[in-house]
């Protein structure tokens, strides 16, 4: 009778079913929305790339033209054309985001994991142009999802196949490379899996993120390794680095105004707070290593010179899952809290339709 009378609320409240209903709901309206905007400026330029395409350009590599020729020659060279495959992305984005929670956690961190990736402004936003960041952030979630696999079957396709993911980011913009290093230091972290950092594994991940970055090392090669030069430049590092302590203010304050003040001061809250009391558990160590490494760099390279916001956007994936598990167990130890998660996304949702 017990099972019986439990069915009916497992369909009711199915949380796959609401993610799905979710994703549905915004992909629609989005490909909608991205119908009544202009271009922006990066777009535009991007989208002159898209009709001169080459293994890389100066400061990025190709990626993100070779995916607006993609989508303008089914679509035109219309905002839609250039702009859907980014929706479908984004789309994507978000359940990689719920698969991730779900296979980590259960499926209720999964829904609010992906509810809270629909309301913070840099993906709600992101989600409506076309740039760098949004094939970056698909393949840095995907990835994650993919390494968690790796790891549980050891499978050499697996990791190979990881490989391909990160290197497709990687041609997308340059952070991805970085989730080489987080791979890394977990490896180095958890015991279990240290087996793994010289092996068959991490040589077919090598082979296969090599593979896909040949375009970017040919052309580079070609014009005098000129996006070297580039990106030493960009990095604000000139004869000698130099620590400038409200630069990294200045930065921070970015990182926590891109994804609302609230969420962004609980994703701070929520690492410490893990790190404390869950470091010894290796959900914890992965979720922390998918998203510190890459804040940690940046935040180096901020004492020198402010860095752009949305540098280490492509970390957010780990950022948001870990956000999740901290507060909902937060929440339920002590319920007053409820309080601030909701007022949290309250903000984050009001923010992002302001944005809108």
């Known amino acids: 009778t017990s099972e019986k009378s439990q069915d009916p609320v497992r369909l009711r409240y199915d949380p796959t079913a609401i993610a799905l209903a979710l994703l549905a709901f915004f992909t629609i309206f989005r490909l909608w929305y991205i119908t009544q905007l202009g271009l922006g400026a990066d777009e535009a ?19 993100i033209a070779w995916i607006i020729a993609a989508g303008t020659r089914v679509f035109g060279d219309t905002p839609f054309g250039i702009r859907w495959l980014g929706v479908l992305l984004s789309a994507g984005t978000g359940w990689q985001i719920f698969r991730l929670a779900r296979r980590l956690y259960d499926e209720r961190t999964a829904l609010w994991s992906l509810v809270v990736a629909c309301v913070i402004p840099i993906f709600g936003v992101g989600a409506l142009i076309m740039t760098i960041d949004t094939p970056s952030v698909f393949c840095w979630a995907w990835a994650a999802n993919v390494f968690w696999t790796a790891l549980e079957s050891g499978k050499t396709r697996h990791w190979f196949g990881l490989g391909l993911i990160i290197g497709a980011g990687f041609l997308a913009k340059f952070t991805n490379g970085v989730q080489l290093g987080c791979i890394a230091l977990f490896l180095l972290w958890s015991a279990p899996h240290r087996r793994f950092l010289f092996s068959r594994q991490s040589l077919a991940l090598l082979v296969a993120f ?4 040949l375009p970017i090392i040919w052309w580079n090669y070609s014009v005098g390794w000129l996006q070297v030069a580039a990106l030493h430049s960009r990095s604000g590092v000139k004869s000698s680095f130099s620590i400038h302590p409200l630069n990294l203010v200045q930065f921070l304050g970015e990182q926590i105004g891109i994804v609302s003040p609230l969420i962004g001061v609980g994703m701070m809250i ?13 959900r914890v160590r992965f979720l922390l290593c998918q998203f510190l490494p890459v804040y940690g760099l940046f935040c180096f390279f901020s004492l020198n010179a402010t860095g752009k916001g949305n540098w280490p956007v492509p970390g957010l994936i780990g950022a948001i899952v870990a956000l999740v598990v901290f507060w909902r167990e937060l929440a339920q130890r002590r319920p007053g809290w409820r309080w601030a998660a909701g007022a949290a996304l309250t903000l984050g949702a009001l923010m992002t339709a302001g944005l809108h």
């Open 45 to 63: 330029y991007y989208w002159l790339w898209s009709k001169h395409l080459a293994a890389s350009y100066t400061d990025k590599g190709p990626g």
């Open 270 to 282: 929520a690492a410490v707070g893990l790190m404390i009391s869950k470091h010894r558990d290796v």
């Open 210 to 213: 090599g593979l896909c970055s």
